[in-house]
Every structure is written in structure tokens, then in C-alpha cells.
């Protein structure tokens, strides 16, 4: 059964930073195309990172954030630096059935974990 499940959020001052991860279980992530989105109350979710040969971001978030892949460790992370109080939401980490296509606007996630909350805020 194929499992996906975050951590490292929580609540954050305006300008530090929270490092996620995505722990994948009876699925190899290196071997498809993986993503963060988030979602606040009252708003759409968002995708903000991709990852699959190389990495694509959400215009919110170039220059802030990093997603990267621990083959050995089969996890995902997403590095968060600079944080915003507009970064306050649910992130959730998702994956698909295949390793391409792997760009923003992809419509086609399998998988999603629980989420793990993140909260900057004064």
C-alpha cells in the first residue's frame, strides 16, 4: 500500500525557515514525479514545487524555497526559507503514477499525504 507521509511543520516567525519532509513508503519516489502543494482556509490549493529530472516552482515561492530527493531514504523534502506569513497553510506532499511529464499545471497526482501544518505568524 502505497503511503506518503509529512512532517516538520509548525509555527514559524516571519522571516525563519522550516524544512518538510515527505516519507514514501511502497513507492519509490526517485522514480516519479513528486510535488508540494498547500492549501490555506478560504483559498485554492497551490502547487509549489516539482520535482522529477530537474525541479520547477511556483512564482510565490522561486528564491525562497527548495525541493530536493533523498534517494536512499526514499523522501522528498522542501526547504523553506524566508518565510511569509502568506505561506501559512496545510502543505501536502503528492506524487504520480509516472516520472513524465513533471512540470506546475500537472493535473494527474496519485498519491497525497495527510499534510503537516505550517504557520508564520508574529
Known amino acids: 500500500q502505497v503511503q506518503l507521509v509529512e512532517s516538520g511543520g509548525g509555527l514559524v516567525h516571519p522571516g525563519g525557515s522550516l524544512r518538510l519532509s515527505c516519507a514514501a513508503s511502497g513507492y519509490t519516489a526517485s522514480d516519479h514525479c513528486m510535488a508540494w502543494f498547500r492549501q490555506a482556509p478560504g483559498k485554492e490549493r497551490e502547487e509549489v514545487a516539482t520535482i522529477g529530472a530537474s525541479t520547477s516552482y511556483a512564482d510565490s515561492v522561486k528564491g525562497r524555497f527548495t525541493i530536493s530527493r533523498d534517494n536512499a531514504k526514499n523522501t522528498v523534502s522542501l526547504q523553506m526559507n524566508n518565510l511569509k506569513p502568506e505561506d501559512t497553510a496545510l502543505y501536502y506532499c503528492?506524487?504520480?503514477?509516472?516520472?513524465?511529464?513533471?512540470?506546475?499545471?500537472?493535473?494527474?497526482?496519485?498519491?497525497w499525504g495527510q499534510g503537516t501544518q505550517v504557520t508564520v505568524s508574529s
Open positions: 503528492a506524487g504520480k503514477a509516472h516520472w513524465w511529464p513533471c512540470a506546475l499545471g500537472g493535473n494527474d497526482y496519485r498519491y
